[in-house]
């Protein structure tokens, strides 16, 4: 550029009008590409208008009917799902989305069940103990965990885990009461360990040296199992469930579903809380250590209320991404539109319905105007939960940022 | 926790601190068995996906009744009745008593022998044949029985596979091609010439039969024609397996799908994958760093701004599956249907443009995925120190200048990086594909040698999509589960290594820029 001869004011105004005229294309370019992003959350409203205020001879439907499925509905048909049944002549249409929004917020619910704790003990520990080398190495693993394919999850659960399951549920059961006792025993071996030992096994690489230790409790809850079957649940735990809780118990139900998905979320969730929880200004934990705090003591007392509003949008993220997940739940719920809050029982999603059905409703109908409706209330229920959860990580970095200049 | 302390406080070190005991024990858990949970996944989709490439056994198992039967052991489960375990043999020969599979009673077997001459014949219709070699009957009609007979099968089959090849080279390079141009006199004469060959390769093929006794002493005769390869497993040296696993991993890349998705390959669901993420690519690429300049470097930093970069950031939270509704209403009916209404009109009522295809797919992924691309890349404008923007304007450059030749090199790595992201979402996403185009099975791969050889219209085929619908919708589900496995553990594969790259370009980026980094 240096050496070049100085413009003339030919070649100057060439430049400045090329120049306006690049402004001018990426100006329209952007906002094009933002607009047609925007116009997914426009589209689904303008397509859903005409079920409520229908221009033709067609009927509206009311909002009575979206919930039990038609004013008139008898027991046997209320917050029924079945808008392409065919009926008699006097019958309500089935078209209550009831049963679907139930289905799809008892997944997402079974799975920030799963993944919450899951998701925040893994932050805290990392933020807290874990060894610098180990962390670096755990953040991108659990990135490609929130990688894996959900048809790839859904698969798993729903044709491996589910009929495992199915024939393993005392198994299921023993491991599920040893998954805390596990810890708590490795850390009190632990601190009985002769110092050598325990050099060789910090805590700081504890997540990684209890996986075998983990690998060997549920070795050993398969192994109790059927003890537990026979002393707590009189021999056969599927009998108990049924017989004395009245538990339906479906192959592929809500908890398997729960699993599979809090397994696909609790990365998401770890990353935006690890996230927060690192971020807390290292003077505040400075502070109370100083004064005597442990580690743990610190963290429970001053990092975690600290950063809480962090955590609090980490599990909103978490919920926006459970709710609409579509192919685990497709895969592993067994799609039968209930609402019972027996956690043993098959669901239906929203996502997953409109996966299945969208293909067969022909456009303009009123199954394809209820299917988008369904989509429009995924679009807006995750738009506003991501944006809460926006708002507030905006708020708390602004909030760091005055605690401790952003250290 | 790091050594050189003194052996006072060491030896007060040695009680856990009260305080930090079971919260700091149940979060190491907690990561534990996160860890546990992804390396038991992937374990078992290794295990399961390339096992059943490995030419197991075949046992020749002897009831207690007389019966035989035989077959691959698969696994044990305890019977319904408590007392004594079940075991399910793989076994063949379907088309004699219409089973694939075998649930025998562990108590009720006498004896498991593992024969070397049993011979497992892959066919192209009713999946396998087992049995004891019995004769080979050439083309001329000699008859070969003994060890004579299992060389002249391999030779057979050997020279059956070069023909076949041979026949699907001519009719993918010449036929095909040819077909499209009939009124032409040469083309019709070549397409006349290709046709004879074609059937010359097709009589070379054809005649010759096996016969194999089969373990319940019935015969089974299989054309040499419907064979498409066979094997000892039994007298195999451990290098053979090796060499039989590669083979069948290959071809299960390489091939198409047989009987209904339950057997063969996935090619076709990779090239649908690839071509696909292609083209998605090569149009959120453009347009993701468009907006994404727009965003960082043009738009005035206001209120407004700051809304849509939230709002844009929200959008890559929105689920697939509502993207997918969105392309199959403004895509395919409303575009697509538009276009066909213009253009196709002749064919309508069936849609050409106006029903699910590659490329209303590839645009649908494609704004899923811009958000993607847009905030990494934005991530990648912000991370360039102004003083960099300031000395280009100051030396003389008008702001395309800086852009071009500043900012969006400086930027590259994290556009890579965005679009990287991108094609790893998009490689696994399957809920809108199945709103906007893919096929449970295409029969042709959207590209050929017709014009305009790239057929956006086409459906095609999709690895995720293929465990979806070889997992739940095929018939025999317990015969497509290894291809699923395999399947999925190669799609896993794929995501792996593309989000591997990311996480190193990344990790690449921020040593190297480190210096940069605006405070």
């Not at chain 1, 933020?127 to 999850?153: D, H, I, Q």
């Not at chain 1, 809380?273 to 100083?290: H, I, N, R, T, Y």
């Not at chain 2, 811009?370 to 120190?385: D, Q, S």
């Not at chain 2, 790259?501 to 980094?517: C, K, N």
Request: proline residues 6%; hydrophobic residues 55%; glycine residues 10%.
């Amino acid at each position: 550029m240096l050496d070049s001869p100085p413009p003339t004011a030919v070649r100057r105004r060439l430049r400045q009008g090329r120049d306006r005229l690049a402004t001018a294309l990426i100006t329209a370019g952007g906002i094009g590409v933002i607009a047609a992003l925007l116009a997914i959350g426009l589209f689904l409203a303008v397509e859903v208008v005409p079920l409520f205020w229908p221009s033709g001879e067609a009927s509206a439907i009311s909002p009575e009917a979206l919930w039990s499925g038609g004013e008139a509905a008898e027991d046997a048909s209320r917050h029924r799902w079945a808008p392409t049944a065919t009926l008699a002549p006097d019958e309500t249409p089935r078209i209550s989305l009831a049963p679907l929004a139930w289905g799809t917020l008892e997944a997402a619910a079974w799975a920030l069940v799963i993944a919450v704790p899951l998701a925040l003990g893994a932050a805290a520990h990392s933020s807290l103990f874990m060894s610098r080398r180990l962390r670096s190495r755990l953040k991108p693993t659990l990135e490609l965990m929130e990688a894996l394919p959900g048809v790839v999850v859904g698969f798993v659960a729903g044709l491996v885990l589910a009929p495992w399951v199915e024939r393993h549920l005392a198994e299921v059961a023993a491991a599920l009461l040893l998954l805390v006792p596990g810890p708590l025993l490795a850390g009190g071996l632990w601190s009985r360990l002769p110092a050598p030992w325990r050099e060789a096994l910090p805590l700081g690489w504890a997540g990684l040296w209890l996986v075998p230790w983990l690998a060997l409790v549920l070795a050993a809850s398969v192994w109790l199992a059927p003890w537990l079957e026979a002393v707590a649940f009189d021999g056969d735990l599927r009998r108990f469930l049924e017989l004395r809780l009245g538990l339906d118990i479906a192959v592929r139900n809500a908890l398997i579903v729960g699993a599979a998905m809090g397994f696909a979320v609790m990365p998401s969730v770890y990353a935006l809380a690890e996230d927060a929880l690192s971020g807390v200004p290292s003077s505040l934990a400075e502070g109370a250590q100083a004064l005597g705090a442990t580690r743990w003591q610190t963290f429970w007392k001053v990092v975690l209320p600290a950063a809480s509003p962090g955590i609090f949008s980490a599990v909103m993220i978490g919920a926006g991404r459970a709710v609409g997940e579509t192919m685990i739940v497709l895969m592993a719920s067994g799609n039968a539109a209930l609402m019972t809050l027996n956690p043993l029982d098959g669901l239906r999603s929203l996502a997953a319905t409109i996966a299945i059905e969208l293909p067969e409703a022909g456009p303009g109908g009123v199954h394809y105007q209820l299917l988008l409706l369904a989509a429009l209330a995924l679009f807006v229920f995750t738009f506003l939960v991501n944006t809460l959860a926006e708002l507030v990580r905006t708020r708390l970095r602004r909030r760091y940022r005055r605690l401790g200049g952003g250290a | 926790m790091r050594g050189g302390v003194t052996k006072t406080a060491a030896s007060r070190r040695l009680r856990l601190p009260r305080g930090e005991g079971a919260g700091a024990w149940l979060c190491a858990g907690s990561v534990a068995l996160s860890l546990l949970a992804l390396l038991a996944l992937l374990v078992l989709l290794t295990v399961r996906g390339l096992g059943h490439f490995w030419p197991s056994p075949v046992a020749l198992v002897t009831l207690e009744d007389g019966r035989q039967l035989a077959g691959e052991g698969v696994r044990e489960v305890p019977l319904a009745d408590g007392d004594g375990l079940e075991r399910l043999y793989r076994t063949g020969n379907r088309d004699l008593d219409g089973e694939r599979w075998a649930w025998v009673r562990v108590s009720a077997i006498e004896a498991v022998g593992y024969p070397a001459d049993l011979v497992v014949v892959e066919r192209r219709r009713w999946g396998r044949a087992i049995g004891h070699l019995v004769a080979v009957q050439g083309a001329g009609g000699e008859r070969l029985e003994g060890e004579a007979a299992w060389t002249a099968l391999e030779a057979r089959l050997a020279e059956l596979g070069t023909l076949r090849d041979a026949r699907d080279r001519l009719r993918e390079e010449v036929i095909l091609p040819l077909a499209g141009r009939r009124d032409d006199e040469a083309a019709a004469r070549e397409l006349e010439a290709a046709h004879a060959r074609l059937r010359e390769l097709q009589a070379a093929m054809a005649g010759g039969r096996l016969e194999l006794a089969t373990a319940d002493g019935g015969t089974l005769t299989v054309p040499l024609a419907q064979a498409l390869g066979a094997y000892r497993p039994n007298a195999m040296s451990p290098l053979d397996r090796l060499a039989a696993w590669g083979e069948g991993v290959w071809r299960f890349l390489s091939e198409g799908p047989r009987a209904a998705n339950t057997a063969g390959g996935v090619w076709p669901a990779i090239f649908g994958t690839v071509l696909m993420v292609m083209l998605m690519s090569l149009l959120v690429t453009p347009f993701g760093v468009l907006a994404a300049i727009y965003l960082n470097e043009v738009a005035h930093q206001g209120r407004l701004t700051r809304l849509v970069r939230i709002a844009v950031r929200n959008l890559a939270g929105v689920p697939s599956i509502v993207y997918g509704v969105f392309g199959l209403g403004v895509f395919v009916y409303g575009i697509g249907g538009r276009l066909d209404s213009w253009f196709f009109e002749a064919a309508l009522p069936s849609p050409t443009f106006g029903t699910g295809g590659l490329l209303w797919a590839s645009l649908t992924l494609a704004l899923l995925t811009l958000p993607v691309v847009i905030v990494a890349t934005e991530e990648g404008l912000a991370r360039i120190p102004d003083q960099q923007r300031e000395g280009a304007l100051a030396l003389g450059a008008t702001r395309l200048e800086m852009l071009s030749r500043v900012v969006l090199p400086m930027a590259a790595p994290a556009m890579l990086t965005g679009v990287i992201l991108a094609v790893a979402r998009a490689a696994g996403e399957v809920a809108p594909l199945m709103l906007v185009g893919v096929a449970k099975l295409a029969p042709q791969v959207p590209v050929d040698g017709d014009f305009p050889f790239l057929h956006l219209e086409r459906k095609f085929m999709h690895l995720g999509y293929h465990i979806f619908d070889a997992a739940f919708h095929g018939g025999d589900v317990q015969a497509a589960m290894p291809l699923v496995y395999a399947t999925a553990l190669l799609l896993v594969l794929v995501i792996l290594v593309l989000n591997l790259t990311a996480i190193f370009l990344r990790h690449h980026l921020s040593t190297r820029h480190g210096a940069l980094t605006r405070r």
